[in-house]
């Protein structure tokens, strides 16, 4: 590989090392190397779990044997060398403008999308990682319910926060901000109500209404491990109509049948089409009116850990059959412009007896 480690979940996962800029991961017959710059060598030798080489002493070899500026396709093919090795295997994702100047120096080089599918199935202390980082999720939500619960509510349902006009950014700001003293970094937090709730990552902007559902839905990843949360709640701050009280509870029904079905076995898009059907017989239809979707049109949920969307999805197309060890959302949603969106997301850990819920924030939909 050739990565970054801040941004390529694999590359972290197979070095311990968070590195803003590219360095090279090598693996043959079992034994993990990295060739590291002269700035990050000695940090990567404390934090690595691999054995870790100057990247510079490689150059000046090569220099001595007459390269000129020797980089990282030099560097690698003379690393092969070293281990009388032609060949290799690399994620989908390695550079293409790389992996044809190796070719071009007689390396084989053959994608793999399967080299690091154990990140699909965490231990206990991955489990544990992901916990850690819904709680800074959780600091974060319980940062926006507090923002909310100050606010007044106004002639013409107008939310009033210290004298201004609440919005969506005034409560986006007081999440990220909580969720920074937590030890996280959030990006792109969704504080979206009303008809924006009804695009599903639309992030919200301008000013939040009294008796509208306003979806929360915070992810932040936490910076000494990488590993993210995901959690999601709506609510209405004053009083929800009949009809966003029952669409919400459609949705908490529907994320309950869900959490039931995650057994080891289980079809993962079956869990999905169950909800799906559920939300039906509820008389909640799923479909396209004028132009744009309504209903429920994502997934169940989607895999977590050290990236935010990874394997396995829980879904329409998803393939395959649930297994201990995977750790998934759940988030059922129904959106609809003239009542709102609601979405609920918990997180899961699917053990040997079903799922385990890593979330602990409540529920509430008015406040």
Not at 119 to 137: D, G
Not at 309 to 323: F, I, N, Q, Y
Not at 335 to 348: C, N, S
Request: glycine share 12%; charged share 25%; hydrophobic share 40%.
């Amino acid at each position: 590989m050739v990565a970054d480690s801040e941004r390529d979940a694999n590359m972290l996962h197979a070095t311990g090392l968070f590195a803003p800029d590219a360095f090279i991961y090598l693996k043959t017959k079992g034994e993990a190397t990295i060739f590291a710059s002269d700035l990050e060598i000695d940090r990567a030798r404390r934090q690595s779990h691999c054995r870790v080489e100057a990247l510079s002493a490689m150059q000046e070899k090569l220099r001595a044997r007459g390269a000129r500026h020797p980089g990282f396709a030099e560097v690698i093919v003379e690393a092969l060398r070293q281990r009388r090795a032609r060949r290799v295997m690399a994620p989908e994702n390695f550079p293409l403008g790389l992996a044809r100047q190796l070719e071009a120096a007689g390396v084989r080089v053959t994608p793999r999308g399967d080299l690091f599918s154990e990140r699909e199935f965490k231990t206990a202390e991955q489990a544990r990682k992901i916990s850690a980082s819904l709680r800074m999720a959780e600091a974060g939500m319980a940062e926006a319910m507090r923002i909310l619960r100050a606010s007044k509510i106004g002639k013409g349902g107008k939310l009033m926060h210290e004298g201004r006009r609440l919005t969506s950014e005034r409560v986006r700001e007081g999440i990220d901000c909580a969720i920074l003293q937590a030890g996280g970094l959030a990006a792109h937090t969704i504080v979206a109500g009303g008809r924006q709730a009804c695009d599903p990552h639309e992030c919200g902007h301008g000013p939040l209404r009294a008796n509208e559902l306003i979806i929360l839905d915070i992810f932040p990843r936490a910076q000494a491990t990488g590993y993210f949360g995901d959690i999601t709640r709506t609510v209405v701050r004053g009083r929800a109509s009949e009809a966003a009280r029952r669409l919400y509870g459609t949705v908490l029904q529907g994320q309950r049948l869900a959490f039931g079905k995650l057994q080891p076995g289980a079809a993962a898009a079956g869990v999905h089409h169950a909800v799906e059907k559920f939300f039906e017989g509820r008389g909640y239809r799923t479909g396209r009116r004028h132009g744009r979707m309504e209903g429920f049109f994502h997934g169940t949920g989607h895999g977590l850990g050290l990236e935010i969307h990874e394997a396995p999805r829980v879904g329409s197309t998803a393939k395959g059959r649930l297994k201990a060890g995977q750790v998934v959302t759940v988030e059922p949603g129904l959106y609809y412009p003239e009542i709102g969106g609601a979405r609920l997301e918990d997180v899961a850990w699917i053990t040997a007896s079903g799922a385990k819920n890593l979330t602990r924030f409540e529920k509430r939909l008015e406040i």
